[in-house]
């Protein structure tokens, strides 16, 4: 079953065709910064000796880079608030289109998750935080935790950080990656919406 978009459908494009040039840009700067600190992460915690000077060192660059990545983040959330997107395409069956909303919601939901949540454990573990070698601040309230229920806390935070959330991501992205593609190729071609060089098809 299709259907058309109507007025209704797009309260806000404004028969816009494609993601403003800003839209575009952080689309693609976060999505490299996210591979890249996923890489990081994994490189600093799993493959550095642990307690070694090169280990805090990455991890420093991995911090500061992931706070650059959600300061980038509220940006883009502050402007997909401001700046009208496009529809989505207009004959996609409502399932597809509900399916297409739900994972661009849960890659804003990834995109906050990831940074905080490292902001957050840090904060728990009362660790110093650094952004590029400024003193950055501690999340405030989390002095409420003390005793087991604070360690508890701790390595709840630590997993949802460093496995829950990245599979997570894995999954959201793999699924938002094979839609894009798959309506590409079936007539709907949503890349040169988001990718600036690209030339739109008739
Ligand atoms: C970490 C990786 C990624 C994240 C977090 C992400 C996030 C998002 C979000 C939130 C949107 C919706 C934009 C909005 O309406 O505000 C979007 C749109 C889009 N993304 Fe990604 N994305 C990622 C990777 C990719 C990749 C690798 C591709 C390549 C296939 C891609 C292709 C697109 C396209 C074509 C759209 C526009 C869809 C449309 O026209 O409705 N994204 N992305
Ligand atoms: C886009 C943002 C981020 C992503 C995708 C990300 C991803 C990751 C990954 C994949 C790991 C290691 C997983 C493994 O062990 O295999 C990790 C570890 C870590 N991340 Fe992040 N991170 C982000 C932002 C942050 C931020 C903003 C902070 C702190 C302010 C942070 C602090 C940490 C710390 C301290 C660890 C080591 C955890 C441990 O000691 O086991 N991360 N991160």
Redesign the pocket.
């Known amino acids: 079953m299709t259907r058309s978009v109507t007025l209704a459908d797009d309260p806000q494009g404004r028969g816009r065709k494609r993601y403003s040039p800003l839209s575009m840009a952080l689309h693609w700067i976060i999505a490299l910064?996210?591979f890249v600190?996923?890489g990081l992460?994994?490189y600093?915690?799993?493959v550095l000796p642990d307690h070694s000077p090169i280990q805090d060192r990455f991890?420093d660059i991995?911090?500061s880079l992931?706070?650059t990545?959600?300061m980038l983040i509220l940006i883009r959330v502050g402007s997909r608030i401001v700046i009208p997107v496009p529809a989505l395409p207009q004959d996609l069956s409502p399932w597809e289109s509900r399916l297409a909303q739900v994972v661009h919601v849960l890659l804003y939901v990834l995109m906050l998750g990831?940074?905080l949540s490292?902001?957050l454990?840090?904060t728990m573990r009362q660790e110093p935080?650094t952004f590029w070698g400024v003193n950055w601040p501690a999340l405030p309230g989390m002095e409420a935790f003390t005793g087991s229920a604070h360690r508890t806390f701790v390595r709840s935070v630590?997993h949802f950080?460093?496995f829950t959330l990245?599979w997570a991501?894995w999954v959201v992205i793999a699924l938002h990656v094979a839609g894009a593609l798959k309506h590409q190729l079936d007539g709907h071609p949503v890349l040169w919406r988001m990718i600036p060089f690209l030339k739109a098809r008739a």
């Open positions: 910064l996210i600190q996923i992460g994994w600093f915690n799993e991890q991995h911090v992931g706070l990545t959600l990831l940074p490292g902001w454990f840090l935080i630590k950080h460093v990245i991501a």
